[in-house]
């Protein structure tokens, strides 16, 4: 099945803007997104009544049409193929563009309802999931034989990036599953263990990745829960706890980690695929403060008992496993944080420019719109180090510097732009009704999971005292 037939369900959801598209080509140009978004917010004058312009669907509404209409209007420059066979980063495949605009609006229209009702209550709405799955956006990589919709690693960050914009903790359920879950069990996962869960994890079951352990978070690979082979080698016994598992209250599927024999170190480490059904215990849900309707859990293995073939890869190779697949996820987190910065920076901008004092919208002081400006600017840098690593990533090139480089920068820019955001609306950003004061809370994992920022500046260090020669 062709790439386009296999995301046939993302692509049908974004076909009547192609449709649009080719009715409004021979119109005059349409209005910027700019010149759109400053006739929405003159129409109102009160910082209340600018929120419910920014917060409510109508609104929301008017945002992502004119999303839409700007896309139509650009679409010259979408199609422009480079002679020199190099493109900006900024070009997408019409099929990655298609499910930008599709995920734009599955999150305005399914999604943003929800966000301070799931951030409030600290737990995910089921129907969220549901909608991921039948959007066909749980399986953005997987094949189209396995159910998935056959699309690019940049595809998937898009989706990440796109959901962050409107809520950081959809987003990370979304990007768990597909850049750490999936991607573990087509790219390293025995045939039959592919053909027998990519298909559920396209479309129903939703997956964790279990690293961390309560004594070993940054040095992951001295944990502590132990897996045994039995005599016959049939099958493997699992014993000990995993600590802060993202999905895990909702999922039914996990990659667990564990140590064969501590005296091998490292290399005694293996990857299974266990079922929740083999005896998983979900034990404690943390409370935390952000990204609060993503569950984070304890996770406990009393004795449990995997069949030998639920092994992932070659015994002894789950560190490799474990590294390679972070490098991936790393270039996730960094959309999740480009997506967050975004969305709230849009939010607060919106709400600035119509905002008056001194009798003057408050963007028409310097002061202001040099603040806006650098935080465009960081935002724009932190994409272009995401969107780059991932590209690195596509062409089979070496990323790890690059992925590392994108998140720290990344999750730097989100907690500067949110925390810029909620003093850009003054005393209305500081409250919860507006939402930007969550991006911000939000903003803070973005330092501490897939690695810290401590471990994201070794990373480099670590490569680029490798490719200056200075040992
Ligand atoms: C909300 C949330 C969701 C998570 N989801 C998952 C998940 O789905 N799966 C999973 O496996 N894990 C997950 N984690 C765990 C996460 O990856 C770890 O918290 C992270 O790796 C840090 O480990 P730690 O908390 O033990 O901190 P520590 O490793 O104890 O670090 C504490 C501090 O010491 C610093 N530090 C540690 N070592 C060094 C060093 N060598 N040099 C300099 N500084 C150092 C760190 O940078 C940090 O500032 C999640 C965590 C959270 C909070």
């Not at 046939?8 to 974004?14: D, H, N, V």
């Not at 910082?47 to 839409?68: F, G, I, M």
């Not at 724009?380 to 690195?392: C, D, M, S």
């Not at 820019?413 to 939000?442: H, N, P």
Request: contains cysteine; proline residues 3%; neutral net charge.
């Amino acid at each position: 099945m062709s790439l386009r037939s296999s995301s046939s369900r993302l692509l049908a959801r974004a076909a009547p803007s192609k449709a649009a598209a080719a009715a409004a080509a021979p119109r005059a140009a349409a209005p910027s997104v700019a010149a759109t978004a400053r006739s929405i917010n003159t129409s109102s004058s009160s910082s209340s009544s600018t929120w419910a312009n920014v917060a409510t669907k109508p609104s929301a509404q008017r945002l992502v049409s004119a999303v839409r209409t700007f896309s139509t209007s650009s679409s010259a420059s979408a199609d422009f193929e480079s002679p020199f066979g190099v493109n900006s980063l900024s070009k997408y495949t019409e099929e990655e563009e298609m499910l930008r605009e599709a995920v734009q609006r599955f999150a305005q229209d399914v999604v943003a309802p929800k966000v301070e009702a799931m951030d409030e209550a600290e737990k995910m709405d089921p129907e969220i999931i549901k909608g991921l799955f039948e959007q066909g956006l749980m399986g953005v990589e997987t094949s189209a034989d396995h159910g998935g919709a056959g699309c690019s690693f940049t595809a998937a960050i898009i989706v990440i990036e796109e959901l962050a914009k409107v809520d950081p903790s959809v987003s990370v359920l979304c990007d768990v599953h597909n850049t750490l879950v999936n991607t573990v069990i087509r790219k390293y996962a025995s045939k039959s263990l592919q053909d027998k869960y990519l298909p559920q994890l396209s479309e129903k079951t939703l997956g964790s990745f279990c690293l961390s352990e309560p004594a070993s978070g940054s040095d992951a690979f001295a944990m502590k829960t132990s897996c045994k082979k039995s005599a016959d080698g049939k099958s493997w016994t699992l014993n000990g706890s995993k600590m802060w598992i993202t999905n895990s209250a909702e999922a039914e599927f996990f990659i667990v980690f564990a140590q064969s024999d501590p005296a091998k170190g490292y290399k005694g480490i293996n990857a299974f695929a266990v079922e929740k059904s083999m005896g998983v215990e979900i034990a404690k849900k943390e409370k935390k403060l952000g990204i609060k309707a993503s569950s984070t859990c304890t996770l406990n293995f009393d004795d449990i008992t995997v069949p030998a073939e639920n092994l992932i890869g070659e015994e002894g190779k789950g560190y490799k496993i474990a590294i390679e697949i972070l490098n991936e996820g790393r270039v996730g987190i960094a959309a999740q944080m480009i997506g967050l910065a975004q969305g709230a920076v849009d939010k607060a901008v919106r709400y600035a420019a119509d905002r008056k004092q001194f009798g003057k919208k408050i963007t028409q002081f310097q002061g202001m719109q040099f603040q806006i400006s650098q935080i465009m600017m960081e935002i724009e840098a932190a994409r272009v180090l995401t969107y780059n690593a991932a590209r690195l990533k596509e062409e089979g090139r070496s990323f790890t510097k690059e992925a590392a480089m994108a998140k720290l920068f990344a999750s730097q820019v989100a907690q500067r732009a949110s925390g810029s955001a909620i003093e850009w609306c003054g005393g209305v950003g500081f409250t919860r009704e507006t939402g930007i004061e969550k991006y911000w809370r939000d903003s803070k994992i973005g330092a501490i999971y897939e690695g810290t920022s401590n471990i994201m500046l070794e990373t480099i260090f670590k490569l680029v005292e490798r490719e200056m020669d200075l040992k």
